[in-house]
């Protein structure tokens, strides 16, 4: 596939169209649940783009645009209270994107929840379809938000509005997303990835130097912010792996029920 032939990508598809990179999450039959070789391949093309990329669009393979994290993954995961000093790929995949001086967007193509969200609001602006559906579920499974949430969404909603939609973990549809700002556009399904294209060709064949440049000077100094919330989440969420609530809310998701927390 043009664009990827270089690189070894794994649970991610890349292709090159007329200046455009698409970027394709691409673990369908788990709904694009993040992985490792996803966050690492996404750094791989993010740090290593030809010239003739101009702009890129971000969706993912199937129903889902990205169903959060690998929750039964969590379930098999022992972590120390040292992990966070450990290298973790949602601060590099956070950085690469915010270091990124091509316009991206985000084909929201259906689900987007946790590091889901995440991914999507990494991007400088959200197109979504009919029947996405976005949603800070954390909290729901006794964690916090990772890849930038805690930056992310503040910056993107507000604080108040931010903390109401991670400490509910409701379900956020399309219209309501645009409502408060989430997303930019709503276009039927099937008009999605046509509609995102074209919008990424368009800024491609615009003056990508001073896009860039505007761009970078927008976030820089905000980058020291961004920074800090990676290291805080990595930190934050090392301390809640070994909570109970945390136990209770990964058992609950894979069992199906209602979970129980107890605050320890």
Known sequence: MEGSRDMDLKDVLYEVQDGVGIITMNRPDRLNASSTDMTESMIEIL???????????????????????????????????ESWKQPHPEKAVSMAFWNCDRPIIAAVNGPAVGIGL????????????????????????GYMPDGGGTFFLPEILGT??????????????????????????????????????????????????????????????????????????????AMLRQTADHAEGVKAFIEKRTPVFTGR
């Open 47 to 81: 740090e290593n783009l030809s010239p003739d990329v101009r702009a890129i669009v971000l969706t993912g393979s199937g129903r889902a645009f990205c169903s959060g994290g690998d929750v039964k993954g969590m379930s098999k995961r022992l972590e120390t209270d």
């Open 160 to 237: 108040s509005k931010a903390l109401e939609l991670v400490w509910t973990g409701r379900p956020i549809a399309p219209q309501e997303a645009l409502d408060i700002g989430l997303v930019t556009k709503v276009v039927p399904a099937e008009e999605l990835m046509a509609s995102s294209v074209e919008l990424a060709r368009q800024l491609s064949k615009g003056a990508t130097l001073a896009m860039g440049m505007a761009k970078r000077g927008m976030y820089k100094s905000r980058i020291g912010q961004l920074e800090a919330a990676l290291e805080f989440e990595s930190y934050g969420q």
């Open 118 to 141: 995440s991914y999507a609001c990494m991007c400088d602006f959200r197109i979504a379809s009919e029947s996405a559906q976005f949603g800070a579920f954390w909290v729901r499974r």
